[in-house]
């Protein structure tokens, strides 16, 4: 199936499917002489694992990764790095796509008319992004940027940013920075825990220390860049930078980003989130990301089977009363992996650069 490769200077490919017997991802692009263990990464995988504690969570599953080329003695080699992730909840069912009831709110159907073959793809997908964001960070943080993602609001719970605190961020079980906003949104949890349904919520991401002008005026604008990565993940229906959509309802005077010299050129406010013209203008890219509830919860649903009889679907293995939490790391291993395609391409687009790479 075409559409499963991301990137052009780094690029990743994964592989998953449902009912299959594992998860993987071929990373090309990796520069030799980084650093990096399976520990490395395993640590990032753990980020996408609940807690045991979590009601919300009705699917506890491990992902353990195992580095099949790209690596010697804990040192990469300049060749693709493959890997492959176990995971735990995984069932293999077989003849399960013999006769089904389509699932509401999936893409059962649309991919049965596509592929033939219906459940073509799964959430799990998400374990692969998230390995290959361990890699991506991992070279990232050798030139000074870092990522702050956290869970900004999950159905009507919002944090107060004077309230956020990275220490309760640490603890918190739904990756909330305000702790009143997590223990009001674990209530609310564990109220449709109860009920058998679902909720969505929003990722908040922070990315501080990259540097001005990544990114292209055209077609592969930094944001436009960044909003197809993270648009890409399941359950994510909307992206924005800055101020937003709350942005449409302004006027210029009060939006428009100032200027001024302080050790250079710097921005007097960032209500773009550290994007203009298509291009990062040094100060911080601010993103959100707005997850819709999944649509697989454990009330009745009206649906047909592949027979085209009307049925009535109940999950009796549903899903997570949220992803949201879970979800923090995929955003971020996404922006991740794009930051780094672009500034990868950004080598080569000046002559300058070239010339002293080569000279």
């Keep these: 199936m075409a559409g499963a490769t991301f990137g052009k200077n780094f690029s ?16 090309d692009g990796v520069p030799a002489g980084l650093e990096l263990g399976e520990n490395d990464i395993q640590a990032y995988m753990n980020r996408r694992r609940p807690t045991a504690a979590c009601l919300f969570a009705r699917r506890h599953e491990n992902d353990f990764v195992t580095v099949n080329s790209g690596l010697q003695n804990g040192i990469t080699n300049g060749t693709p790095l493959s890997m ?10 077989p003849g399960e796509e013999e006769r089904f009831i389509y699932r509401p709110g999936t893409g059962d159907a649309a991919y049965e008319v596509k592929y033939g073959i219906a459940r073509r793809v799964t ?12 890699v991506a960070t991992a070279i990232l943080e050798k030139l000074g940027i870092s ?29 909330m920075p305000d702790a009143e906003a997590s223990e009001r949104a674990v209530e609310y949890l564990k109220e449709l825990s109860a ?11 922070i990315i501080s220390g990259v540097p001005a002008g990544v990114g292209s005026a055209f077609f592969d604008k930094l944001d436009a860049r960044l909003a197809a990565a993270v648009m890409s993940i399941d359950l994510v229906r909307g992206v924005e930078f800055g101020d937003g959509f709350a942005i449409a309802g302004q006027q210029g005077s009060s939006v428009s980003d100032g200027f001024a010299i302080e050790s250079g050129v710097v921005k007097t406010s960032n209500h773009s989130g550290g994007v203009l013209g298509g291009v990062s203008d040094g100060s911080e890219i601010i993103l959100r990301a707005a997850f819709a509830p999944s649509p697989l919860t454990g009330l009745k649903m009206s649906s047909i089977d592949s027979d085209g009889s009307p049925a009535e679907l109940e999950l009796a293995d549903a899903a ?23 500034l990868f391409e950004n080598m080569h687009s000046k002559l300058d650069g070239i010339v002293d790479f080569y000279k």
């Design 147 to 175: 990522f702050c993602s956290y869970v900004r609001s999950i159905g009507p719970v919002s944090i107060k940013y004077g309230n956020c605190s990275l220490d309760v961020l640490k603890t918190s079980p739904v990756n």
């Design 195 to 205: 009920e058998k349904n679902t909720a969505g919520g929003v990722v908040e991401l």
């Design 123 to 134: 959430d799990r997908d998400n374990a692969a992004r998230t390995a290959a964001g361990a």
């Design 320 to 342: 997570e009363t949220t992803t949201v939490p879970r979800s923090v790391v995929v955003v971020e291993s996404m922006a991740a992996v794009t930051i780094l395609d672009l």
């Design 12 to 27: 990743i490919t994964s592989w998953v499917e449902t009912g299959g017997n594992g998860i993987g991802v071929v990373i």
């Design 84 to 93: 492959t992730i176990i995971n735990s909840a995984i069932k293999y069912r």
